[in-house]
Every structure is written in structure tokens, then in C-alpha cells.
């Protein structure tokens, strides 16, 4: 049994943002991760703010620029199976389509993927954990076999979502609506990491709510994929994975952004990676410097060291699928 | 499938709709969680988070004080506090230590569910935290601290025939070697439960979701000091044991009859699927040692085997799954000489108990590395080296002395699975490697001893009650449940066989034990077997009352009569039948009893458990894998593409439901193999739920090709022999021998994880170097160039 | 498509035909739309306190006007309050499968649905997919090749094989087993699995519906 909350269904957005902002208030899209941490008393709530209400949010519609706008509340089952995201935004396809089991995409959205809490098992675990207000990260010196690579600081969590290391390798833009109006922010500065913050993962403010995510019109000769690394063959999240987003022109890379899943706190750009890319040809010389360079730096702890070969596997492996 | 023998007229190795077919497509089936009665309490438990602590005290003030709580109970409360299986080592309720994570400190009963078990996170333990110890070879260690008793090696199990030393000095080739076998979780659907029903101080009935109604019915009666004939176990439908609802059922058994006796009230326990992962017995973790030495020709010389059974914090069945582990560390092969030592220590992590296989699986992964690291120094294919060693019935005598009867089919197992895989091609052209996947195949094979070890054949016998209905319908009961494997579906079939009549005429009903008497545990593959065997006694009985009726209505002699196609008929006059119907009729018009009892013992053996020499278990079923695999030697992900499964079963029952078990083994044992991993933290499972402990999907089963190996045998009812565990135990070390195979790498921990491929690669990871590279200082590297924030 | 409801109940709750909705927005987008109920003004912005509520439930072509606590799962509604037990609580927490359910012929699991988010919505269990007596092509299809052991997860797997049928009626071998990966079975009854789902798709095929 859920412990209790009252539950608020606005309809109008100006209304739900005017209830997200008394505290303790949640915000409630597919519920595919709040309601499993409300049971877990991973945190609590004293009130949910249904999103339902508001078909505004739902839906995948193309921009002005030439970009798609994806309603936060569009299910991630709309956005795997949506023949504009499959064609022009591929990583982002391919990510959503490896969220989860078919029935946690047919309910899960897009927003709340990308708001979802951590997956480490402390944090969801009862133990009072760095991230919950308690005094440290149990994974340091405890079972870290799954624990990031890049990023730790306080807290060693990984980014649990498919979907964001996609969008931001796509450049995706997200608006958030709070009291005052709406504000929009790169995706990839919509994530905290722990060495900023080790208490939240997104941007996100008391009475805010993401609305919608914007990804800009591909660049010329763009080509994406999103390479998920998973022990089981369906329905698990992420050892490792690598979104690369390149943009071709007369032979070389012009544009690349390649950011790693499984790998830190936060999805995890490598810009040394797309140095390695830009002005070369995308050859296999080229695809094995920017595998290095994406994971150079790395601090792995005791027990997962071998995610640094997976990731430089998963790059190589998206890198060469886009080189075919 | 395939099969040598023709198969029998009638019900008899069919496809008929099992039992509960038409209930369980429907959500009609009744399991515990689907149980309710006016006045209904529910039961919750207050457990310990840290694996070892002194307990100085348990308040339970705030628990009591919670709106609808009825009652709150401690080790005080218990009348016999008590609940280890074989051995008082488990109390109830724990009184002034904890010795592992899930110890019981109180339970509560409440009006909701939700009141239970908030209450019990109210419950105050005071502790004072003490040195645990987590892994079995350190727990032997001098200074290691006690779990539970002046020692923590419990008991120590032996099998010595012939003289390794002297046939050590005939080995050619010698592989030394140390396993790390990890254990699994059962993670059955249905979560652990029941229903405890009082009748005032006097009875009291329970039903639960288990294997074993008379375990419960011996523990409960045992906590509560009644007498055995006033504890009533109804078996509910059960979702899945495995083992897990052998030995464990019986406790959350005890509490709910607990609460149940305080409150006056029926109490229902369900665990919540966490406390079920983090609370419950596990598959044993084993470290399996090896010392096993070949000649040129491939024969096995001697073998040594020293196994740490990592038992945790209470022994349970630990010391009979070591019994199992013990006899079946060789295999079916043939060695001059065998030295096994099987130690059961306890530890502060999570218990073990019965799990499919009992002890035998992780032994076999073990032999069966071995067996291909030998292949591998002496040049052979892994097939060849079997064929040289494996059993047949010009040599028959396995390492504790016991003659197998013939036909033994170890080597037709063997041929038929390696044939069917197309082993022979895959060894002469390897397939290519298709991208990054590389191919391999392997091979296991496994000796199982059918129903119980001597050391628990006092509770190898079988119950079961026969009645002909006046409207010729039959009802049967037995002893053996139904957990999904199709016992049900098993004793009708052999009733109807047995009876002439049609499947659809038999109704054979959940057992209870006020129905049977104890016909000991479901498990060890026996159901079919024990329960087919009493049932053809039930029947036989039947008979000395039914012939004669029939024989009077078709006019010829009682041994003149056989029953088939649902008449009582002339044996050689098939045209002189009556209906069974009319049969049944006319017995009850004469008030003739119209209901039998029948029993079955298996044969009394003989057994040195201080040498392990002589005859563990009555008869043998013989089993052979071969799983196909792609491996990603970059990413460490194994995809296993196809498993061939050749088992000796004697004769089919029923064809669907054995196919079923066939494939309910292999993904199982490929779970363990290659995906599920307890993960503990100072004894604390950290992944007490299915995101975090993966077991298969559908999309990760392999396709799976059966051959059944008939013959008949006097194993089992009509010849059947056990299939449930033979099953699940070649199947993970056939995936690992498939796996190095592809990767050219010994792998000797299980399961085979991506992370565990990727270390065992080591430095012939394609891309080994760059841990160390990319983890250089960071100086080296301008980390101001990396990460998102540059 | 789904049954109608039943003739003495109120026709379609929703503002527009289910297909409509569906055509519009893509099948998966119906989880996160609530649309006005007919003869009622749209729900005001309803702060719905801790305290049950009102609600109607169109469950298995019924209506079921009951009163509901907003931390109440569907799973919960469905079991405790209309007694309808044949979906299962395997984990309660979106990881098993055996609570699966069709809303609006989608499969979900309702474990992880609050019965306030169902209102609106067309919710199909399996008791709904009986015809009369007789089993549904889909159960019959499970019970023809065995496609299950011990039973829990079975109501599941079926409601899942439904929505995945519904939405693609003829699939192939590997887009059942990615199609039922939402769903275990420890059994392992897999293999017995695809192929009923198979052949419930020869059925449907074949008349069914």
C-alpha cells in the first residue's frame, strides 16, 4: 500500500504549477518511477500533482525551426514508435524503444524519464544514504559493481535514463514552466552533478514542472544512434551505453556530441571525444582516438572498473554503426 | 521432441489439457493472496537489517500503540521457540543475538495489511553490532568469529574410494582449480504465504503456498505444542517453489499460527516481494576446489574435491543438500580413485536451503569445467574425453560403489544431444564471427539420484487415496503438491491409465493433511514418482472390491477383467465391456467401499556416510546439455542461442508438462548461469528486487531442442523417472564451457555477468589496456577537457 | 476491438469515440489524457483531499461507481474492491508483469496505476476477455499449448498477449518474445509461451475477434 497523499488534477498549467509550489508536492505524469519510490519511501509527498489534465503536454509536433517539440507528457512508447523521431532523431528512437518492458513505455513519458530519480540500489534501498539527507554514499566502500565512473563526488550514482543521453547528444532543448513563466534550458544543463549538488538531479525549482523538450533541426549530413549495453535481453536499465550524434559534410565530421549512459551521475558528455571526431574522416583510426579520448579521465572504484572497456566498446560500436 | 519407443496407448505420455488449465487462463485459480474471511488479521514481521548483533532488547511500545494493531508478540510470546527443520539451531523468533539479515525480533497482527507492517517498522531493536563473517572459506578460518555454535563448520561429509595419491602418479595431465559458485534467489511469482485459520485452543488449520503441507504440519504443531492430528494443512495453489517452498513455508507458517492462537482470529501472511528476496533461503554459494588428474588416454585418473558449502546463519537443509552435493561432485563418469570432503559452514549471510537441484548444480558446473580444462592439456574434443569416461552398462559403478541398473544412458544422453546440436559440425567449422559475437559451444552432463539421499529415505513414502464416484468420475488425493511442474496432471494421468478411463474423468484435488498420511516432501523430482506409485497401489486395491462387481456383470472370472477406454472388460473379449459408469453404479447401489488407500516406500539401502560408499539413491536418471552461444567479448554479454537437452526420463507421463519442465530448467539454469547475482553487502542483500536481481525474459530464452531417451525401467509409475532437477543442473556449466569456448578464456566464477567476462578477460580484452590508460593520474590527462561542464 | 458496454450501462464515458482518440494521438499517448465525461461540465480543478473520492470505473464493460482513496492502485480497486483477483501482485512495484491489465487496449501494469488515472478510461482484466462461458481465442490459445507451470503470472502474460495482439496483430517470433519481455515467468514456460501467442494470432485471424 502507497502511504497516503492527496492527489490535485489540474487543468490548466498555470494551476498545476500553482500547486507544485506549496513543498512536499509532486509531481505525477506516468508514475512509472514516482509511485515504486513512494512505496520504497525512497521520499515522501504529501500531495501528487496529476499531469493528466492537461493534453497540452502530449504529443509530438514539428517547430517553426524545423525541430520536433515532444510533450513532456508523450509517452515513451509514442516516441519509440514515431515515424518523424525514427527518421531524423534515430538515437532518440532507438533510446525509448530500449526503455524498460512495452508496458512501462506504453505508460512511462518522455518527461518523467528524464526527471526520474537514481537507480542505485542504497538510494533506494532503506539506508540513509548521502543523497536522502544522511551522512554518506554507501557504495564507496560497499557494493559498487554498478555504481559511475565519471562524475562521483559525495555521491556515485549513475543517470538511470536512456532517453537523456540521447537528447542531449540531439542538443535537445527542455522548457520549464514555474510562477513566474517558463524558462528553457539545455538538457544537458538540466542535470546536477554531485560535485554542484549531490541532494538533486535536475535544475528543476519547488513549483516548477518540465513541459516539453525541443530538439533543433538536425544538422546537415546528421546521422544518431544510441548503443545500450544491458545483461539482460530485454527490460533492464544501462551498464553502459554511448548516444553519438554526428553531422557529415564532404567526408568529415563537422558536428559531434557523444555522451555516455551507465557512466556518471549525470549523462555524460565527452567533449574530448568529439574533438577526436570533428574535421576527421570517420574512419576506423578516427572512431578509436575518440573511443579513448570518451573514456579518459575515468575513476572507476573497486568493483567496476570493467565498464571503462564496455564504454569505450559502446562508443566504438555507435561510432562504427553510423560509419555504414 | 524426439523419442525411441512408441508411445502407449492411452492417457499415458499424451498431451492432454492439464488439470488446472482451464482456472489458470481464466484468473480463476485461487492462490493464498486470493483468500479472505470475515474477521480476517493480517500478519506482518519486524526484522534485522545488519547480519550479526547482540540484542539487548526489543520495545515494542510504538507498535502496540499504532491505530488498528490487535496484537504484537516476541520470543516471550512463543510456546516452543523453535523452528530449524532438522537441527534446533533457528529460533523463532530471535531472543539475544542476530545472526543474520531477515532474524525475526516480533510479529503483528492488524486489521489491514498496511497496519501490520507499518507497526512493524515501529518495532525498537536495541543492538549492539558484532563482527560478522561473509564468505564460507573464511569462516573456517581460527580467528574467524562464531556464528552460531562452538564451530562454524557444522558438519564435514565424505566420499573416499580407492587410493588418489597412488592413481595420482598415472596422471598424464592435472588440473587444479578453484570455483566460485554463486547462489540465486527462487523468485517463484507468488511471494511467500498463508492462512491460519484457529478453532478455538483446540485446532487449527493453515493454508499456505508450499511444497511441503507436512513440514508445515510438524513445525507448526511443534511451536504451538499440539498434537500433529490437530494442525491442518490445506496446500493452496501454489506460484512456484523451485525449492523455495520446501523448507521455508513452515516459518511464515509459524508466525501466522501464532497470531493466529493470541488473536482468536484467522491471520493471513503475504510477504511483500522485497522482505521475500532479502528474508528467504537461497541457492548455497559454494567454493568448489578441484585436484583432477587424466591419463594420455584421456581416463580419469583421480579426483579430489573439497567443497565450502556456505550454509549462513542456520543450517536448515544445508546438511542434506551437502549429502546431494557430496555424491554428485564426480559426474557420471568413471575415476580410479575419488577423495570428496563437502563442509557445511555457517556464515552471517543469508541461509541456504532447497533450490532445483539441491547441491548437485553447483558441484556439476564445477566437474564439468574441469572435465573441458582437462580436454583442453590433453588435446581432445570435450566430447571425446566424456565418451572416454562416462558411464555405461559394462561399467556401471559410480564413486560411492552403488552398481547403476541398466540400461544406464549416460553415454546415449550424451550421443543423442550431441548429435541433435550438430556438435560435431560446429567443432570441424566454427561459425565465423558475426561481428563482434563470436560462437561457442558446450557440453555437461549429470548424474542424479532419483527421490531422496539415504540419509532422508525414513521420509521417502507416498500417500494416496483412490475413490470411484457413483457416477464413475474418480477422486484422487496425494501427498505431493502441485507447484506447477503438473503433479496434478501427473496422477491423473497415471489414475486414468491405471483405471481405463479418460483423463477428464479424474479429479485429483490439492493435498491436505488430514486427506493422506505424510508422504514426506515435494522435491528431489519425486512428485510423479511417488505419488504414481501409490496411486497404482490405491488402484490395485480398488480393484479386489471392483472386479468381482464387474466380473458379475459381464459374466466371467474377477481376473478376467481389465479396465480400459472407460469399460470393465473381457480380457481377449474387448466386444464383452460394461461402462465404467455402470461399474461404479452398482457398487454403490451394493454399498460396496468404493474408496482405496495406496503407499509406496522406495527399497531400503545401505549408505557409509563416513566413506560416502554405497547406495545414496535408488535409481538414476541421466541428463546431457549442450548449449550454443554468442558471446560479445567487448561488451561481456552472452546470448544463449540454443540449448540441446537429451534426458533419460524411462517413460513419458505426460508429454507437454515434462516439455515444460524441460524448458522451465534451462531458462532457470541459465539465469544462474549468466544473469542472477546476490548481490550482499556485509550480509545485507542490496538487490532485493527484480530490476536489481535479473532473472530471464522472454526475450533472452534460447530455443531448445528436446530428445528423450525412453526405456523402460522399474523406476517410477509405469517407468517414469524424475525430470524437474535433471532439468536445471547441466545447464549453467554447459553455458560456461559454451562461453569459453567462444572467448578462449577459463571463466571460474559464477554467474557469468558482463562485468565477470570482461574481468576474466583480463588482458585479452580488446580493449584491456585502456583501464589502465584512461585512469592514468589526472594530470596526464587535462580533465578540464572532459566531462560536460568543460 | 473491445466489447461494447453493456446495454443497461451507459455508452462510451469518453468526450470522443476510443477510436478517434486513438487515431489522433498514437496508441501509446492514451495513458496521459483525461478527457470530459458527457453530461458533465470538464472536472473543475479537483484537490482531491487524502479522503476517498467519488469515481466510475469502466471495468470488463461494467460500470463501477465506487468510492476510492487517491493512493489506491488500480491493482488494489480491482482486487479488494471488485473482487476481481485473477491479476496478480507479484512485486507491486512494476517489475513482474503478473498485475498487467488493458487500458484502453493498452497493456499497463496496475500495480503502478492509481484507479483515479483509470477513470475515463476502458479497463479490461482478464475476466474480461471470457465470452460468456467460453474461453477468449487468447486463453484458449495458453490453455492449448500449455503456456503455463504454476499459473501466477499467467493472467499477465495473457492480458499482455491480448494488448500486443490488438495492437499488432500478427507478429513474429521476435516481436512476441520483445513484446512479452514485460512479463516474467520463472517457470520458464517461454517457449510454450510464443507459441500460444502465435497461435492465438492464427486464431484471431480466423474470426476471432
Known sequence: MLPSFAYVRPTTLKAAVAALAAPGTRAHAGGTDLLGCLRDRVFPADTLVSLAGLPELVGVTPTAEGGLRLGAMTTVATVAGHPDIAARYRALAEAAAAVASPQLRNQGTLGGNLCQRPRCWYFRGDFHCARKGGGKCFAVDGENRYHCVFGGETCFIVHPSDTAPALVALDALVRLAGAGGSRVVPLEKFFVPPSADFTRETVLEPGEVLTEVVVPAPPAGARSTYRKVRARGAWDFALAGAAVSLGIEGGRVKHARVVLSGAAPIPWRVPAAEQALIGHRLDGATIARAADAAVAGAEPLADNAYKVPLLRCAVEEALTALNS | ?790 | MARKPRDNEHTCPHGVSRRGFLGSLGAGAVAAATLGRPGETAPPEVADAVEPSKVTLLVNGRRHRLLVEPRWTLLHVLRERLGLTGSKPGCERGECGACTVLIDGVPRYACLTLALEAEGHEVTTIEGLMRGEELGPTQQAFAAEDAFQCGYCTPGQIMAAEGLLRAKPAPTVAEIRLGMSGNLCRCGAYPHIVKAVRRAAEARKGGGR
Open chain 2, 1 to 790: 521432441m524426439t523419442s525411441h519407443l512408441e508411445p502407449v496407448p492411452g492417457p499415458l505420455g499424451g498431451r492432454h489439457p492439464r488439470i488446472d488449465a482451464a482456472a489458470k487462463v481464466t484468473g480463476s485459480t485461487r492462490y493464498v493472496a486470493d483468500l479472505a474471511l470475515p474477521g480476517m488479521l493480517h500478519a506482518a514481521l519486524a526484522t534485522a537489517t545488519v547480519a550479526s548483533a547482540r540484542v539487548l532488547g526489543v520495545d515494542t511500545a510504538a507498535a502496540r500503540a499504532h491505530a488498528d494493531v490487535v496484537a504484537v508478540l516476541t520470543a516471550a510470546d512463543v510456546p516452543a521457540n523453535s523452528i530449524g527443520v532438522i537441527f534446533g539451531d533457528q529460533p523463532l523468533l530471535v531472543t539475544d543475538r542476530v545472526r543474520m539479515v531477515g532474524d525475526r525480533f516480533a510479529l503483528v497482527a492488524a486489521r489491514t495489511a498496511e497496519a501490520a507492517w507499518t507497526a512493524a517498522r515501529l518495532v525498537g531493536a536495541s543492538l549492539e553490532e558484532l563482527p560478522g563473517v561473509f564468505d564460507p572459506v573464511a569462516a573456517v578460518a581460527d580467528d574467524a568469529p562464531l556464528v552460531n555454535g562452538a564451530s562454524n563448520v557444522f558438519r564435514t561429509f565424505h566420499v573416499q574410494r580407492g587410493d588418489t595419491a597412488k592413481q595420482a602418479k598415472r596422471a598424464a595431465v592435472v588440473v587444479e582449480a578453484e570455483y566460485r559458485v554463486g547462489g540465486q534467489d527462487h523468485a517463484y511469482l507468488e511471494p511467500q504465504g498463508c492462512l491460519a485459520i484457529p478453532e478455538g485452543r483446540e485446532r487449527i488449520t493453515i493454508v499456505a503456498s508450499c511444497q511441503c503441507p507436512f513440514y508445515i504440519q510438524q513445525g507448526v504443531a511443534s511451536v504451538l505444542g499440539l498434537p500433529l492430528a490437530a494442525v491442518r494443512v490445506e496446500q493452496a495453489p501454489t506460484g512456484g517453489g523451485f525449492g523455495g517452498k520446501e523448507d521455508y513455508p513452515t516459518e511464515p507458517a509459524a508466525c501466522a499460527a501464532l497470531l493466529a492462537w493470541h488473536t482468536g482470529h484467522p491471520v493471513r501472511l503475504i510477504y511483500p516481494r522485497e522482505l521475500d528476496l532479502q528474508a528467504t533461503t537461497k541457492r548455497h554459494a559454494m567454493v568448489v576446489r578441484h585436484r583432477w588428474g587424466a591419463d594420455r588416454a584421456g581416463r580419469l585418473r583421480f579426483a579430489e574435491v573439497e567443497t565450502f558449502m556456505d550454509a549462513g546463519a542456520y543450517v536448515g537443509l544445508s546438511t542434506v543438500v551437502a549429502e546431494r552435493a557430496n555424491v554428485s561432485a564426480i559426474g557420471p563418469y568413471h575415476v580410479g580413485a575419488v577423495r570428496v570432503a563437502t563442509h557445511v559452514v555457517y556464515t552471517n549471510n543469508l541461509f541456504g536451503g532447497a533450490f532445483r537441484g539441491f547441491g548437485a548444480p553447483q558441484v556439476t558446473w564445477a566437474a564439468e569445467a574441469t572435465m573441458d580444462k582437462l580436454a583442453t592439456r590433453l588435446g581432445m574434443d570435450p566430447v571425446e574425453l566424456r565418451r572416454v569416461n562416462v558411464l555405461d552398462d559394462t561399467r556401471r559403478t559410480i564413486c560411492t560403489g552403488q552398481r547403476l541398473r541398466t540400461p544406464v544412458l549416460a553415454r546415449e544422453v550424451l550421443d543423442r544431444a550431441v548429435e541433435l546440436a550438430g556438435w560435431d559440425g560446429f567443432r570441424a567449422a566454427p561459425p565465423a564471427a558475426d561481428g563482434a559475437w563470436r560462437h561457442g559451444m558446450g557440453v555437461s552432463l549429470v548424474l542424479y539420484g532419483c527421490n531422496l539421499h539415504w540419509g532422508g529415505q525414513r521420509l521417502d513414502r507416498s500417500s494416496a487415496v483412490v475413490i470411484l464416484q457413483a457416477d464413475g468420475s474418480v477422486v484422487v488425493r496425494v501427498g505431493l503438491t502441485e507447484m506447477g511442474q503438473g503433479n496434478l496432471t501427473a496422477c491423473q494421468t497415471v489414475a486414468a491409465a491405471a483405471l481405463g478411463v479418460d483423463p477428464s474423468q479424474v479429479q485429483v484435488w490439492q493435498p491436505d493433511t488430514t486427506t493422506v498420511a505424510d508422504s514426506g516432501p515435494t522435491v528431489a523430482s519425486r512428485g510423479s514418482l511417488m505419488s504414481g506409485r501409490a496411486i497404482l497401489d490405491a488402484v490395485r486395491r480398488l480393484r479386489v472390491r471392483l472386479d468381482p462387481v464387474a466380473a458379475e456383470l459381464l459374466g466371467c472370472r474377477p481376473g478376467e477383467v481389465e479396465l480400459a477406454g472407460g469399460f470393465a472388460r473381457v480380457a481377449g473379449s474387448p466386444e464383452r465391456a460394461v461402462a465404467m459408469q455402470a461399474v461404479a453404479k452398482e457398487m454403490s447401489a451394493r454399498r460396496i467401499e468404493t474408496i482405496a488407500t495406496g503407499w509406496h516406500r522406495t527399497k531400503a539401502r545401505r549408505f557409509d556416510p563416513a566413506t560416502g560408499q554405497g547406495a545414496p539413491y535408488e535409481f538414476y536418471a541421466m541428463a546431457c546439455h549442450v548449449a550454443r552461444v554468442a558471446v560479445d567479448p567487448g561488451l561481456g554479454i552472452v546470448r544463449v542461442e540454443e540449448v540441446t537437452a537429451a534426458h533419460d526420463v524411462g517413460r513419458v507421463l505426460h508429454r507437454d508438462a515434462l516439455e515444460g519442465q524441460i524448458h522451465g530448467g534451462v531458462v532457470q539454469g541459465m539465469g544462474w548461469g549468466v544473469s542472477e547475482e546476490l548481490r550482499l553487502d556485509r550480509g545485507r542483500l542490496v538487490n532485493p528486487n527484480f530490476t536489481d536481481y535479473v532473472i530471464p525474459t522472454s526475450a533472452d530464452a534460447p530455443r531448445i531442442t528436446i530428445a528423450l531417451v525412453e526405456s523402460d525401467s522399474e523406476a517410477g509409475p509405469c517407468g517414469a523417472k524424475g525430470i524437474g532437477e535433471p532439468s536445471f543442473i547441466p545447464t549453467a556449466a554447459a553455458v560456461r564451457n559454451a562461453v569459453c569456448d567462444a572467448l578462449g578464456v577459463e571463466v571460474d566464477t559464477l554467474p557469468l555477468t558482463p562485468p565477470r567476462l570482461v574481468e576474466a578477460l583480463g588482458e585479452r580484452h580488446p580493449f584491456a589496456w585502456v583501464v589502465e590508460a584512461a585512469t592514468r593520474p589526472a594530470t596526464e590527462h587535462e580533465p578540464a577537457t572532459v566531462g560536460p561542464r568543460a
